[in-house]
T-cell receptor, first 112, second 117 residues
Framework: DAGVIQSPRHEVTEMGQEVTLRCKPI?????LFWYRQTMMRGLELLIY????????DSGMPEDRFSAKMPNASFSTLKIQPSEPRDSAVYFC??????????FGSGTRLTVV | AQTVTQSQPEMSVQEAETVTLSCTYD???????LFWYKQPPSRQMILVIR??????QNATENRFSVNFQKAAKSFSLKISDSQLGDAAMYFC??????????????FGKGTKLTVNP
């Protein structure tokens, strides 16, 4: 298995632009998580899905953030419009109930 | 809500020596999992070791072992025979395994480990 695949690896965008981050989870994993990592706040859970259904989105900062999981093999995290304070590393992870998470390599987002 | 605390922002160790990273957590649940993740400069989050709370035996994975003290809510990581490749950020994490509990991982702030040659 290729593991959890995230794209792009790096993204630089201008303030106000729309940003879409993508994630392909491991086949057979029924949980998918989006985390954000910053120096100040560490690793924060944004949202997670179970069997493609959003379970907890209480970590989504504001309405500018949205996440979808249209099928078991794909998820997106969208920021519209982006702001400099959104600059961070965004991780996607997938899991089964019993075992630990497998993380993707992350997307480093820079909003200028 | 569960919290995880790593009180050592930075640690250093000489190559081939042993180092212990500390982690404490707060929870009212009795069933849960605890994890240590390693994040090298490549930023990939790598699972190092996991512990089920119902197991009294401490988990081990090669040079990595934990000291799990459930009553004290303590979960330290011991790295033996440290290698240069062990240099990384280490994160302690908690996840509920209780029926109806949250599946999310709660992370500590991390400990940066430096290995000196």
């Amino acid at each position: 298995d290729a593991g959890v695949i995230q794209s792009p690896r790096h993204e630089v965008t201008e303030m106000g632009q729309e940003v879409t981050l993508r994630c392909k989870p491991i086949s057979g994993h029924d949980y998918l998580f989006w985390y954000r990592q910053t120096m100040m706040r560490g690793l924060e859970l944004l949202i997670y899905f179970n069997n493609n259904v959003p379970i907890d989105d209480s970590g989504m900062p504001e309405d500018r953030f949205s996440a979808k999981m249209p099928n078991a093999s794909f998820s997106t995290l969208k920021i519209q419009p982006s702001e400099p304070r959104d600059s961070a590393v965004y991780f996607c992870a997938s899991a089964t109930w019993f075992y630990g998470y497998t993380f993707g390599s992350g997307t480093r987002l820079t909003v200028v | 809500a569960q919290t995880v605390t790593q009180s050592q922002p930075e640690m250093s160790v000489q190559e081939a020596e042993t180092v212990t990273l500390s982690c404490t957590y707060d929870t009212s649940e009795s069933d849960y999992y605890l994890f240590w993740y390693k994040q090298p400069p490549s930023r990939q989050m790598i699972l190092v070791i996991r512990q089920e709370a119902y197991k009294q035996q401490n988990a081990t994975e090669n040079r990595f072992s934990v000291n799990f003290q459930k009553a004290a809510k303590s979960f330290s990581l011991k790295i033996s025979d440290s290698q240069l490749g062990d240099a990384a950020m280490y994160f302690c994490a908690y996840r509920s395994s209780a029926q109806g509990g949250s599946e999310k991982l709660v992370f500590g702030k991390g400990t940066k480990l430096t290995v000196n040659p």
